[in-house]
């Protein structure tokens, strides 16, 4: 695609947007995060790409004139507490970032913003005070917005993860975005998504067990940079895993080899466990997109991601529109 349209991503972690965007045929004059983990694994992964380790409270656009009047401003941004009290948008971290990611549109001028988080944020009444301010700074603007919900599942992702989706493309453009429509008639399985890798050593029950793993894989999260070492996230998730034979406290150094026994035990602490790079093929990270770090901070990066598909599908639904001739 010979006009690709350019967007800048804040908050960009390891990509997984700004991937999922890239193959959508946009082009990034600018990635923003403050973890310099995350810039590691950006550069290591796009050298060319200009990549900006800071905080997004601080980025001034007139400083980086590259950004501004950008085709697409992105942000997938830290998710807000879905319980938390929104009173004020100065109560919580995520919160503000979310703020300063609608601020920014002030000075970027984009055609259009796309902001992913939590389902919550598009549907919980105790967001309705954060989503008119969200309104109203945009419409202000010249935005007309879109507020929905899409599962990563529907979209070949084998992850049951539904994001809060919000889509505001100035008016000449809005009548012409059509929210992505599902990609896959049936689900990809936990079983068929990691059939592969669990194969890769030699395991002579990688069938068998990818055979009983059916259901889709529940949504990882990355959690809290103040936490302990990895795992795949709240009891909950931890549960759906381990009806699959999955025990979701700990990761796996590789995956199992010739001459592992598969327990098919009821008890966790005996089930396998996965790899770190075995949830990259959960996000559905391209293969060869390499995460940097050492084992939680590969993870945390993955677990936090906005799955490529997702970004792909988006992008192809914006640029459409932005694509399309401009109306009065």
Not at 85 to 114: F, T
Not at 231 to 254: L, Q, S
Not at 317 to 325: E, F, V
């Amino acid at each position: 695609m010979t006009d690709r349209l350019v967007f800048v991503d804040v908050c960009a972690g390891a990509g997984g947007l700004a991937s999922g965007l890239e193959s959508a045929g946009f082009s990034p004059s600018l990635l923003l995060d403050n973890k310099p983990q995350a810039c590691q694994t950006l550069l290591a992964n796009r050298p060319h790409w200009n990549v900006l380790c800071e905080d997004l409270i601080d980025f001034v656009p007139t400083e980086h004139p590259e950004t501004l009047d950008a085709d697409l401003l992105s942000a997938g941004l830290p998710r807000v507490k879905s319980s938390a009290a929104v009173a004020r948008m100065d109560s919580e971290p995520e919160l503000r970032l979310l703020k300063a990611a609608v601020y920014l549109a002030h000075g970027i001028q984009p055609r259009a913003l796309l902001i992913e988080n939590l389902p919550a944020l598009v549907e919980s009444p105790v967001y309705a005070e954060v989503r008119s301010f969200v309104e109203d700074e945009l419409v202000h603007l010249g935005y007309r917005l879109r507020w929905f919900v899409m599962n990563a599942a529907d979209f070949g992702v084998p992850q049951d993860r539904a994001q809060g989706i919000l889509v505001a493309i100035k008016k000449p453009w809005f009548d012409a975005f059509v929210p992505p429509a599902p990609t896959v008639s049936e689900h990809v399985s936990l079983g068929r998504a990691l059939r592969r890798s669990m194969r890769a050593r030699g395991w002579s029950e990688a069938d068998d067990w990818a055979d009983q793993a059916q259901a889709v894989a529940p949504t990882l999260v990355g959690g809290s940079d103040n936490r302990g070492g990895p795992d795949v996230g709240p009891t909950g998730t931890k549960k759906a895993f381990a009806r699959m034979g999955v025990n979701g406290n700990v990761f796996a150094d590789e995956v199992p080899g010739p001459d592992y026994k598969w327990p098919r035990s009821a008890d966790v602490t005996e089930m396998l466990k996965i790899t770190v790079d075995q949830a990259a093929v959960l996000q559905s990270f391209p293969p060869e997109w390499r995460i940097t770090g050492l084992k939680t901070a590969r993870y945390r990066q993955i677990g936090h991601a906005t799955p490529p598909p997702v970004g792909r599908a988006l992008g192809e639904a914006i640029g459409a529109a932005l694509r399309s001739p401009a109306r009065p």
